[in-house]
């Protein structure tokens, strides 16, 4: 979840579920009274699944899941893309860089940095979108060092400049990126 309409979804599918005493949704967690039956829990991620969402099952995937809600944060801070991502998430999930790497990169099957690259690119997107802004602020706004760079990271990943996709371009939701 990364926004309050998530938290507002997740407790409207997650009240629908019979056999699970809801205590409260927040972001990122859903606290239910005792130990939901299995049976529940499929029930609770399937309908979950439809709209986006997932049951975090291991410890792995909860870690995993606090870096992508650390990063997707950051990603909505101007100041968040020039941010020292190998500071930030020790800092904040209180483990070392190098663990945090492996387990999310043995989840994933990709590097905090790839995935990091992915949320901005999709800021960018929406930004270009949303047409307020000129290169030079997007480029600014997402940690690039200047529009030529932003071009072509952006080139890279989409397989268009930043001009080709503001005309013709389709985002991706966060929870696919």
């Not at 992915?118 to 047409?131: A, H, Q, T, V, Y």
Request: glycine share 6%; aromatic share 6%.
């Amino acid at each position: 979840m990364v926004c309050r309409h998530c938290v507002a979804k997740v407790a409207e599918i997650t009240s629908r579920i019979q056999s699970l005493d809801l205590l409260g949704v927040e972001l990122g967690s859903v606290t239910v009274v005792g130990n939901p039956e299995d049976e529940v829990i499929d029930r609770l991620d399937t309908e979950l699944h439809k709209e986006g969402f997932e049951v975090i099952r291991s410890r792995e995937e909860g870690i995993v899941s606090e870096i992508k809600t650390k990063l997707m944060e950051l990603s909505r801070e101007g100041d968040g893309m020039r941010a020292d991502i190998a500071t930030i998430l020790p800092d904040s999930l209180h483990m070392s860089y190098r663990n945090l790497s492996r387990i999310f990169a043995s989840t994933e099957g990709r590097t905090i940095e790839n995935y990091f690259t992915s949320l901005r690119i999709e800021r960018i997107k929406e930004l270009l979108l949303d047409g307020q802004l000129s290169l030079s602020e997007i480029a600014f706004d997402t940690g690039f060092s200047s529009v030529p760079h932003l071009s072509t990271r952006f080139k890279q990943a989409t397989g268009m400049t930043p001009t080709q996709f503001r005309e013709i371009g389709v985002r991706t939701p966060l929870s696919e990126v």
